[in-house]
């Protein structure tokens, strides 16, 4: 055949997954030789015995020893037909293009777990709209598992507003944060895409079966691995990499310390796709992981609630958040004269204009035509020829602190 | 007399103290005009009407109307003495150096308000201890009068843990965050500095009167007016710049948006003083003036608590805040093989050697030699051939996230 079928045909979709279940997903070596050779040769190179590096060695090997790579693929593929489940690959009109930015992530390759940090070879997908579409305008919100009521309030909020602005919201499937971020775009109405580190035809935790249900009404399941496959701890930290890759930026709404989002947020970064995390009292334990993120990387961004989350995502200009406004906002509209002499009026009783004079350090004329403006904006008040503050800005000496 | 005396003597002491009531405390033009010529000199320049500034002109005109301020200094002088306060100038030994930084500050002096951020030219002092005692280790805490519940809380406990510490804890005498700082200060048995807006001898509010009197019992009132003046609005602001320059750094536990504890932070960082945040429950209005901040200025270092607060204040390697460790912290002490094989382990049930060596991708001997070093550790578990995670390091999967 020629290299053009070898890359696009069955064939090609047969060694992307053996190649997958030969190595874990993401492993560096594979994904170069597949990038030069394509999927079939690597498979045949690797199953020749011939592997360029021995880290891999032993993995394959050991994989090898009582199975056949191709034959594991093929009954994959069977079973993914019987749960209703596809395989997307990059010949796929539907492969989600933000992953391959994968390729470009530099990270301490002597760190076994950073040498499974290149894009998918292929992803499995549960759902009816196309992986693209979905992906091509979304943002991801992780975080706790043990989430408090706070988090679980603020990420249903963000999620909602987020996906009634047309923004899917994408998460893992875990019970707290990951939950409350699909339950809050599912109450608005709008799809969501679960990346889980397990088979798509049984999705852990089975306690959310029926939330996953409810994701697979319009939205999708995905996963690097096989129908079946089961979620080992280390999966989910290859699998944070994928959602952090497909989605415009990711929020942290709640973590402990040294928690899987904080190393999710090291990828988001080294990514250039933004990181945002909610802060919260300093008194929980689950704000923890997110304020020593806050601390310790300088290019995460403190949001407080959806208008920032859409400045930071959206296109410069696009969405710009409201700058939260003060008691004294009315005093904004005042020139610097007017607004000390405001200032200067006692909080309690009235002031004649020589006293105001005195104490604002303004000559008698100004501050009697900055009075007779501030009358008029209502701002204060006159009773025999003293001032004092307008009820409604009425506020006591100190309130400036 | 000479000009060495002329600087140190008492008509010096009665000059500034008249220039202070002449124009608001921290005024540039007089102060620059104090530096080059001295107190004396300088009031008896603007006596005699003349003014290098219009604005000057002003203020002084209106209040030298019907009163003569060598009188007037003289008066408040004598009142200071019944009332049990005393006058601090630079040429005493307990002039808090500290202040003296303000003559660095560079703001929009277009600004009325930025036209007085000048150090003082005095002090008015109540309590015993010598005011660089206090000041020269110290740190401020302010924040919202109306705190919450929450903010009162980290207050009392950071106040509580810097006193212990030997910091002065230095603050506004107003209700909220203020009154807390200086209560847990208090509790533990350490003097704390009440800097005012208003006389020494009526402390605002009168409602805080009963702390005011604790503060004086081994601490300091201080203030830039003269006893009997008024806590009048503007004045907070001028007084917030003392506040600033006169400790090591600032800290903001609670602040509603665009409040003043944003317009101290801001000369917090103009004078390269530390500017410490406390961040809260995007939830509360009481948290966005801190939020605000920790996203609007890159200077302000976020802080969760005395560790932190510490750590920013404290010589370099002075204090090191301890990162804060999650579940996970047994595994740093693995080589990256054992952390792997570790995470390979299913989090409920058990896997043989060879299922391990598959799903880690590693050699059988690998994987073998590493299980026996974690069953050392107390990390995993065998049981007949097969290995699981040990009681305390089990995790569910997606404990990472």
Request: hydrophobic share 40%; glycine share 8%; aromatic share 4%.
């Amino acid at each position: 055949m020629t290299p053009a079928e070898d890359r696009t045909g069955a064939e090609d979709r047969v060694a992307r997954v053996a190649l997958t279940w030969l190595a874990e997903p993401g492993n560096r070596t594979v994904w170069t030789m597949v990038q030069s050779a394509g999927a079939v040769a690597t498979l045949r190179q690797l199953s020749a015995g011939d592997f360029p590096e021995s880290s891999l060695r032993a993995a394959v090997i050991s994989r090898c020893a009582d199975h056949d790579p191709r034959r594991e693929a093929e009954r994959a593929l069977a079973r993914a037909e019987r749960v209703g489940a596809r395989l997307v690959t990059p010949a796929d009109a539907e492969w989600p293009a933000g992953v391959d930015v994968l390729a470009t992530l530099e990270l301490d390759s002597r760190r076994q777990i950073d040498r499974n940090t290149r894009p998918p070879l292929c992803l499995w997908v549960r759902g009816d709209p196309p992986v693209d579409h979905l992906l091509h305008r979304s943002v991801a919100i992780v975080g706790a598992r043990a989430a408090t009521g706070y988090g679980i309030h603020v990420t249903t909020d963000l999620s909602y507003g987020l996906a009634e602005r047309d923004w899917t919201v994408v998460s893992g499937g875990a019970f707290g944060i990951d939950s409350a971020a699909h339950r809050g775009a599912l109450a608005a109405g709008r799809p969501t895409v679960a990346v889980l580190a397990c088979g798509v035809d049984r999705p852990y935790p089975a306690g959310n079966t029926s939330l996953f249900e409810r994701v697979l009404d319009d939205g999708l399941l995905i996963s690097e691995w096989p129908p079946g496959a089961e979620p080992l701890r280390h999966r989910f930290l290859i699998r944070n990499r994928v959602i952090a890759a497909a989605t415009r930026g990711t929020i942290v709404v709640e973590a402990a310390a040294r928690s899987g989002a904080t190393q999710t947020m090291g990828r988001v970064t080294a990514l250039n796709r933004i990181a945002m995390v909610v802060p919260g009292p300093v008194t929980s334990a689950m704000s923890v992981g997110c304020h020593q993120l806050l601390r310790e990387s300088p290019q995460t961004r403190l949001i407080t609630g959806l208008p920032e989350a859409l400045d930071e995502i959206g296109r410069i200009g696009d969405h710009l958040a409201p700058r939260p406004r003060g008691p004294e906002h009315r005093r904004d509209l005042l020139d610097e004269d007017s607004a000390v002499l405001l200032e200067a009026i006692p909080a309690r009783g009235a002031a004649g204009p020589e006293e105001l004079a005195a104490s604002a350090g303004m000559s008698l004329r100004t501050v009697l035509r900055r009075l007779s403006l501030l009358e008029a904006a209502g701002l204060v008040e006159r009773r025999d020829g003293r001032f004092s503050l307008a009820r409604p800005g009425r506020t006591a000496p100190g309130a400036d602190r």
